[in-house]
């Protein structure tokens, strides 16, 4: 995989977060990040058809341009549809009173985090809606600078997150200054800061 479609590939995961489930997202990010190109793309594509989660034309696209076989059959099955649903989520600063308390794992994600060149970290705690993909759960939002490796900070925070912890709460990269998609648009708005560089 070149940089251009590493970049790709990075762009097609923040995307599908919240659409396809944690743990398959995660999956894909780590894989990709391996180099494990043809393992991280097989999951993909048989996980959007297994989860019925659609794609947009533009996604679509995205995904055939990192194909060894553009017209992939897999690629072909999977549902295409013209917009990208709204978030099946409602994020939150607080959680509820039962929720798993997060200080042990604030401070690996924050220890983590400033690591990898993160500028601020913020937390969410995360309510599914009836059509959700995945339960509730507190979900972490790492700010890094434009030159940061997305994928490189997810894999090592979300990997001392679950040696330290033994939790696999989300982990999302985002990138100053670039425009978010849905999912983690609401997540941001809704987090409250925990640290900052």
């Given at each position: 995989?070149d ?20 743990d ?37 696209e995205?995904?055939r341009?990192?194909?060894e ?12 549809t ?11 600063p607080t ?103």
């Amino acid at each position: 995989m070149d940089t251009k479609q590493y970049a790709t590939a990075t762009e097609v995961c923040r995307r599908l977060a919240g659409r396809l489930s944690d743990d398959v997202v995660s999956v894909v990010q780590s894989q990709i990040f391996a180099g494990e190109d043809e393992l991280a793309l097989s999951s993909l594509l048989l996980n959007l058809q297994y989860e019925g989660v659609a794609v947009t034309a533009d996604e679509a696209e995205m995904i055939r341009t990192l194909l060894e076989d553009p017209q992939d059959p897999e690629l072909a099955a999977v549902q295409v549809t013209a917009a990208v649903p709204p978030p099946a989520y409602r994020f939150t600063p607080t959680a509820p009173a039962d929720a798993p308390d997060a200080g042990g794992a604030d401070q690996v994600v924050i220890a983590e985090s400033a690591l990898v060149g993160g500028r601020r970290v913020r937390r969410a705690w995360r309510e599914p809606l009836p059509e959700a993909a995945n339960p509730a759960t507190w979900v972490y939002l790492v700010q890094v600078a434009p030159d940061v490796d997305e994928l490189r900070a997810y894999s090592a925070i979300s990997s001392q997150l679950w040696v330290h912890r033994q939790e696999k709460w989300p982990v999302e990269v985002v990138v100053e200054g670039r425009l978010l998609p849905p999912y983690q648009a609401a997540a941001v708005t809704a987090a409250h800061q925990i640290w900052s560089a």
